[in-house]
């Protein structure tokens, strides 16, 4: 009915990463090694940046008027409203940016004004693959963006940090200090990937549980899960990993500036992304734009894929009966084995079938390492894992065709 466990051992080691296939994609292919993984194994590395982010600047408050200011850019009180004192700009080849200008009164009476802006700063660094900004530019794309909005609302407006601290006199030049003058209260952190193994679907990990997560979403497309998002509550960050190339493939049916850039993505372009709030900036320590950099950046996307269990083993449904198989299961064994487990983990009632075929089956289970309590998720069917380290997805066993 089946092979001996040594005959399989030596036919398939399920668990051993081969240097026989490739995972392809659009980046450089390079062979690497991680020593917090088994022997080496091709990979494909992906991009890693940022994806939004919201800064504030305070304004000299004598420089500026609000209602100029947004007609400039193209923000009326007809479309938005004279109460919101904000909106979406529309200054034309330019990127999309949200502004909102806030007034507070200081302790001694005066009246100050800051502008929020909200952007992705990948588009201020656009590129055929819609890669995310790179960390160590982020800084000098705020820059750009706030030079960009003054230059259309007001040239003669004056940023606080424009500002003589002793003399209050304006200054020819930005100060080098100028990024510790600017909040920044929202943050999204990206990491791309390339999959080119067909065992790998989304949903395969819509029952994760990352740390603090409350719920999960999952929008579908067709009868495909192409995002699956973790939230907590609203001072929480939310995480997501989606399909990137057929979220794009879904917009540039509407979206002929894509194509005029020559956009093209590839299947199997995975995203993670983390979108952190205001407490998740204070406690890492980001709520001043002078400290987003990229050392202190990475090491939050690192510890926040840690709380995602996103990089933990793969489990694939058809990797698990194709396993079964090579190891000389038959298909009814396989099929009925499949059943059983599903039945167990779905709280379902298995059909009855008598005692002694039950035993029967319970040893062949036994024979090719299947451990019943573990359900479907089988550590010793495992095929890969999404590696933030290598910027990777690793395949830790070969694709298995039983019947060739």
Known sequence: MYKSLNVADNAHNLNEITEEYSNRGSFVDISVQDKDDAPSCRLVTGSRGADKIAIHIGFDPDSVQI??????????????????????IAIPGEPTMHIKWRESLMPNGDTRYKLRMEFNPSDFRKNSLLAPCPFKDLIQVCREAIELVISHGDPTARPEFMLDEETAELLDE??????????????????????????????QL????????????NHINGKRI???????????????????YREHKKRSKKNDENRKLGVNLQPGH???????KYKDMKEYGLLSLSLCKEPRLLKVLKAQWTKSTYGEPLFSDEHFMNS?????????????????????????????????TLRELRRTMKAVGIRVSDGLTQDNFVYGHFSLAQQAFVVTAPLVQPFK
């Open 324 to 356: 079964l198989l090579a190891l000389g299961v038959s298909v009814c064994d396989a099929t009925t084995i499949f059943y059983y487990l599903h039945c167990r983990d779905t709280d379902q009632e298995f059909i009855p079938i008598p005692d002694r």
């Open 174 to 203: 930005w100060p080098s200090n100028w990024p510790s003058k600017v909040a920044c209260t929202r943050l999204d952190l990206t990491q791309d990937y390339y999959v080119d193994d067909p065992r790998f679907q989304l949903s």
């Open 270 to 276: 995975i995203r993670y992304e983390v979108s952190l």
């Open 67 to 88: 209602l100029d200011f947004l007609a400039n850019l193209g923000i009326t009180s007809e479309t938005n409203g004279e109460q919101n004192l904000g909106g979406v």
């Open 206 to 217: 819509k029952y994760r549980r990352p740390i603090y997560a409350r719920g999960t979403t």
């Open 226 to 244: 192409n995002t699956v998002t973790h939230v907590g509550s609203e001072k929480y960050a939310k995480m997501k990993i989606y399909d990137k």
